[in-house]
């Protein structure tokens, strides 16, 4: 379980980014946090990916706080990042140098089929397009079996069509070995699509607004009627996040509750 | 239907075309660039043998030939560039080994380039032939004044290259390295040393070509042996096809290091973008 308790996080810059942010986060659970610009969503997930140290608050993970980056926690960020001089296969197992060299290349190997880019196992980064760069970047977080997969905008520098597609294909490797997904998007549509509970922020500072379950089954179907409400909902959470008259509401809505009127 | 025949014609006028053009390219391009220097060669050739200049103080390039098989024929000529050759060498592979290590320490670690950079700038601001009468002083005469010049010369572009590309190594792919727990050594030898190596090899080649312009500086200041030697006596004695001679082998032995550094280093950089090349050949 992930465990964040109040998380504070003020740069030295007297920027105040982050205000007691508090959640509970089940293994294998997928979880959005979607927000304005600004509102501490990178600042959350790089303290989470232990990468910043926060200001005050812990986050936990199974019980071991987390203050550096973790060996059971990956993350990926909104560009691939990839290593220009590595080959894509080389790219991918770049985590995995302390794995004996055959099993190593059996790993990459099928991270790579996985992703469906067994054909461009040799190939430069530079060569690849932006999808599949962002496949390789997945393919490189999860090669590493991590408990936690952070994703801080992954897909928002894609096509529509791309983004969809990756989004698609981003379930179909969580059912694989099912880590928790927190993802960072600006997009409803992928919060809803993807997450089980969506966390609304809002800044100045970056906090929670609200929380809301979708309890959808999946493969959801992005047309039918309930998957537009629960769209609807989220952006008027949404709404109401960036709206300095609402003051702050605590506390989650449970499905049911307030969803479809 | 229209539209599928116009889309048609000009892939298949294309597929040839695409076919043939690298050998057009690694053909056209170094004819393309001697065509200016050949002409004019030439122009002055026939210049000459039509009596219209004679050629005392400009040699026709048939004197200037003629020099240097004369020169070679002696064994001369093996002797100077010998000479001159292992004097870069022996000063190119102390400026690299300083400019290296210095560089190395100050773009890595904060507190030595605060304490070293600016003494190693101000040094630089002092025209490096200044240097001259001072390492004669200390060094001598003889070879390591020589040397001595051509490694300070060498230094600077080298230290400047590998400082500058350590401080803009992207912070982003550093983090990927956090990301990974790379340890200290680890993150140097896994993406600092690539990622600096594209700005280190031009470092390199600016510090080889420093290293032949200091060579003929230091072989005037008294040298009885090297190219730059022939260049001087060229000029004592009048002999001007002498000192086209050595100008034209500076600049074939020149280009040829520098040919020789792109060759070595080039396996290391193939996973670079290879636009600036292609657009070079365009
Ligand atoms: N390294 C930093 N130093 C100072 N301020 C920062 C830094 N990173 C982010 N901030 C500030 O913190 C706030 C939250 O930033 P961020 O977490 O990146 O927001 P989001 O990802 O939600 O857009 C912003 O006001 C931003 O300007
Ligand atoms: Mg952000």
């Given at each position: 379980m992930l465990q964040l308790a109040s998380v504070t996080k003020v740069y030295p810059n007297g920027v105040h980014a982050l205000e007691r942010f508090s959640s509970e986060i089940q293994l294998g659970e997928i979880i959005a946090i979607i927000g304005g610009s600004g509102c501490g969503k990178s600042t959350l997930l790089r303290a989470i990916a232990g990468l910043d140290r926060a200001s005050a608050g812990t986050v936990t993970l199974d019980g071991e706080a987390i203050s550096a980056p973790h060996a059971k926690v990956g993350i990926i960020f909104?560009?691939?990042?990839?290593?220009?001089?590595?080959s894509v296969a080389d790219n991918i197992g770049f985590?995995?140098?302390?794995?004996?060299a055959a099993e190593r290349r059996e790993r990459v190997a099928k991270a790579l089929a996985r992703v469906g880019l067994a054909d461009k196992a040799k190939v430069w980064p530079r060569e690849l397009s932006g999808g599949q760069a962002q496949r390789v970047a997945i393919a490189r977080a999860l090669v590493a079996q991590p408990e936690v997969l952070l994703l801080d905008e992954p897909f928002s520098a894609l096509d529509a069509f791309t983004r969809k597609d990756l989004q698609d294909h981003l379930l179909d490797l969580w059912a694989d070995t099912r880590p928790t997904l927190v993802l960072v998007t600006h997009d409803v549509e992928e919060a809803v699509v993807l997450a089980d509970r969506v966390l609304v922020m809002r800044p100045?500072?970056?906090?929670?607004?609200e929380e809301i379950t979708i309890n959808l089954s999946r493969p959801r179907d992005r047309n039918a009627p309930l998957f537009e409400q629960f769209k609807r909902h989220v952006l008027t959470a949404l709404d109401r996040s960036l709206d300095r008259t609402v003051p702050d509401t605590q506390g989650r809505r449970e499905p049911g509750g307030g969803l479809w009127w | 239907m229209t539209m599928t025949v116009e889309l048609q014609a000009p892939a298949a006028a294309a597929t040839p075309q695409t076919a043939s053009r690298p050998w057009l390219t690694r053909l056209a391009r170094p004819l393309l660039g001697l065509l200016l220097p050949l002409s004019l060669a030439l122009a002055w050739e026939l210049a000459v043998r039509a009596g219209w200049s004679n050629g005392r103080l400009v040699p026709p390039p048939s004197k200037v030939f003629t020099t240097i098989a004369e020169l070679a024929q002696s064994g001369e000529l093996t002797r100077h560039i010998t000479m001159t050759l292992s004097r870069v060498g022996i000063g190119f592979g102390l400026g690299v080994a300083a400019g290296t290590l210095l560089g190395g320490i100050c773009g890595y670690w904060g507190l030595a380039r605060r304490l070293v950079d600016p003494t190693i700038q101000a040094l630089r601001?002092?025209?490096?032939?200044?240097w001259v009468p001072l390492f004669i002083l200390w060094l001598g005469i003889f070879e390591t004044s020589k040397v001595a010049l051509i490694a300070v010369g060498v230094f600077f572009p080298v230290y400047l290259g590998l400082t500058g590309a350590i401080l803009s190594v992207d912070r982003k792919i550093v983090e990927v390295g956090r990301v990974f727990r790379l340890s200290g050594p680890a993150m140097i030898r896994r993406i600092l040393l690539p990622a600096v190596l594209p700005a280190y090899v031009v470092a390199l080649r600016v510090g080889l070509g420093l290293g032949w312009m200091f060579v003929v500086a230091a072989e005037f200041?008294?040298?009885?042996?090297?190219l730059g030697y022939l260049l001087i006596d060229g000029q004592q004695l009048g002999k001007p096809a002498q000192i086209v001679a050595a100008i034209v082998i500076f600049a074939i032995i020149g280009k040829a290091t520098d040919w020789l550094l792109e060759i070595a280093t080039a396996p290391l950089l193939r996973?670079?973008?290879?636009f600036a090349r292609q657009s070079g050949a365009a």
């Open positions: 909104q560009e691939p990042r990839l290593l220009p001089w590595l985590g995995l140098s302390e794995l004996p100045h500072p970056g906090r929670l607004f | 601001a002092i025209p490096s032939i200044a200041m008294g040298a009885s042996e090297g996973w670079q973008d290879s």
